[in-house]
């Protein structure tokens, strides 16, 4: 289950969620996950994410995603066994993951692909980092690269 939270309202784009609740599905379908699974998606604006950003990582500015794992997993190796679970339904705890609106706005624009095309890549970004991704190093970069085109390509917006 993916679970939508606006801090936010009036963010000025209402398919928001039906999207990245989408992308996410589609991400964890690609990977692997096939048991029953919860991630929280915050949905808001660039102040609250900056005040997130500082508060979580130390990273005083906004960014356009931020992510955090409930666990320690290998990317392309999804096991369940190795997630908390929900007590009464069993689900793994995949994690959080907060996205900017006016921020997949703005790079959406900047970028040329439009909003719709940021906000599930963001998504998918985010979903894989739940998933043990990372691209801190160049062969990971191009791992966690490889598979956001192919979950991309899967939703019908790649590049």
Same mark, same amino acid.
Not at 70 to 96: H, S, W, Y
């Given at each position: ?13 209402? @398919? ?30 660039? @102040? ?13 500015? $906004? ?5 955090? $794992?409930?666990?320690?997993?290998? $990317? ?13 339904t ?17 790079q ?18 985010s ?33």
């Amino acid at each position: 289950m993916t679970e939508i939270t606006r801090t936010r309202r009036n963010l000025g784009h209402p @398919e928001t969620a039906r999207l990245v609740k989408r992308a996410v599905e589609c991400a964890l379908r690609a990977e692997g996950v096939r048991c029953g699974y919860i991630v929280d998606v915050t949905l808001t604006d660039d @102040e609250t994410i900056h005040e997130i950003n500082l508060a979580e990582r130390q990273v005083d500015r $906004p960014t356009d995603v931020l992510s955090f $794992p409930m666990n320690e997993l290998i $990317p392309g190796e999804f096991d369940p066994e190795k997630c908390e679970r929900e007590p009464d339904t069993g689900a793994v705890f995949l994690g959080d993951m907060v996205i900017s609106i006016p921020r997949c706005a703005e790079q959406g624009e900047e970028y040329g692909h439009g909003y719709r095309r940021e906000v599930s890549y963001l998504a998918v970004h985010s979903a894989l980092h739940l998933l043990g991704y990372d691209h801190m190093e160049e062969d990971d970069k191009r791992l966690m690269r490889e598979r956001e085109d192919a979950i991309m390509e899967i939703l019908g917006i790649g590049r």
